[in-house]
C-alpha cells in the first residue's frame, strides 16, 4: 500500500509521509526527553548558552586540526548554516599559532546553476562565505595551502578523490527545514520510488552529486540568506553524499533553532536514537553511522504546541 503524500510537495518524499504515530511519539518529547536519546553510537549534548554553543561547535576544527601531520593529514568537512562559528575557527587558529600547512577543509556544498557550481561573485556562494568567514581571517604563516581546501564542483571527481588519503576526523553539519544534511534531501516520488521512498541501504550509495532540491529547502535558504526572494535560490546544488559522510570518523550536528523548527529538532534526534532510518527523512539515516552527536542550545528547542499570533 502506497504511503501518505506529502503535504507539502506532492513530487517529493518527506518527513509528512510518515506514519502519524511515529511522528506523534516524537512531537511529545519533552526537552529532559530529549536530552535523554543517547545511546552507544549517538550521543546528546546540551549547551545553555549560544557562546558556549558556538566556541564548543568551533573547538572541533581545532581538536580535528591538531591531529594533522605531513604523513597523516587530517581535515574537517563544514557547513554554511550555522555560519556563527567559523570567525572563532580564524580567531582561534591565530591566537593558537596553530600550524595548518598539512590539515585539510572540505566544504559540504554549493549551489549548482546553469550548468556548473556558481563562482565566488555570486551573493550566496558557500566557499565565498567560508574564506570571508574563516580562512582569510587566518594569518597566511598559518593557512593551509590552498590545494588543501576542497570544495564540489559540477566536475565532482576531483572533490570525491580528495577523501582518499586525507582523515576526515569530523563532519559537521546543521539540519534543515526538511531535514537534510549538506544537500542531502529526500529524493522526489518518480520512477520506482513512486509508493515507497528508496530504502536506507539504496541512499546510502549515493556519493557527492548534483541533486535537485526540495521546495522546503528552497524556501528556507530564501528566508534565512535572501529575505525570503525564492526567486533567487538555485533549484540545483552539488553536495557531499553519504558515501563520504561514513568515511568522517565523526558526524556532528549542531541546531541551535534556527534552521529546523521544534518539532523536526525533536524527530531526527527520536529516529536515529531508536533506530528508525527513513530516506523520507535523511537525517534519520544516521541511524546506521557508528558515532555521531547531536548538539542542542538549550532554549532553541522550544515546544511543539498550538499558539496562535
Wanted: one cysteine or more.
Amino acid at each position: 500500500m502506497s504511503r501518505a503524500e506529502s503535504k507539502v510537495a506532492s513530487g517529493w518524499w518527506d518527513y509528512t509521509t510518515l506514519d502519524e504515530e511515529l511522528m506523534k511519539d516524537a512531537a511529545q518529547l519533552t526537552p529532559e526527553d530529549v536530552w535523554n536519546l543517547s545511546r552507544p553510537g549517538f550521543q546528546v549534548h546540551v549547551y545553555d548558552t549560544l557562546e558556549d554553543f558556538y566556541l564548543a561547535e568551533a573547538l572541533e576544527y581545532i581538536e580535528a586540526w591538531k591531529q594533522s601531520t605531513p604523513d597523516n593529514p587530517v581535515g574537517i568537512c563544514g557547513p554554511i548554516g550555522p555560519t556563527e562559528q567559523l570567525p572563532l575557527v580564524a580567531r582561534l587558529v591565530n591566537a593558537l599559532e596553530l600550524d595548518l600547512h598539512s590539515a585539510h577543509f572540505w566544504g559540504m556544498d554549493e549551489w549548482y546553476q546553469n550548468g556548473k557550481a556558481v563562482d565566488e561573485t555570486h551573493p550566496l556562494s558557500f566557499a565565498k562565505a567560508d574564506r570571508e568567514l574563516c580562512f582569510s581571517k587566518i594569518q597566511s604563516k598559518l593557512m593551509m595551502p590552498d590545494e588543501n581546501l576542497h570544495f564540489p564542483s559540477e566536475n565532482t571527481q576531483p572533490y570525491i578523490d580528495s577523501w582518499d588519503g586525507v582523515r576526515c576526523a569530523v563532519m559537521q553539519g546543521g539540519q534543515g527545514e526538511v531535514k537534510h544534511w549538506a544537500f542531502n534531501d529526500p529524493p522526489k516520488r518518480e520512477g520506482e520510488w513512486i509508493d515507497e521512498p528508496p530504502p536506507p541501504e539504496v541512499y546510502r550509495q549515493l556519493g557527492t552529486r548534483i541533486v535537485d532540491l526540495h521546495p522546503m529547502t528552497l524556501i528556507q535558504n530564501a528566508r534565512t540568506s535572501g529575505g525570503g526572494y525564492v526567486a533567487g535560490v538555485p533549484t540545483k546544488a552539488i553536495t557531499v553524499g553519504p558515501v563520504e559522510t561514513w568515511k568522517a570518523e565523526k558526524v556532528s550536528i549542531w541546531q541551535a533553532g534556527f534552521h529546523d523548527n521544534p518539532f523536526g529538532q525533536r524527530l531526527t534526534a527520536w529516529m536515529i536514537s531508536k533506530k528508525l532510518p527513513d530516506s523520507s527523512v535523511p537525517m534519520s539515516l544516521l541511524a546506521d553511522h557508528p558515532n555521531v552527536h547531536f548538539h542542542y542550545f538549550r532554549h532553541g528547542l522550544g515546544s511543539v504546541s498550538t499558539e496562535m499570533h
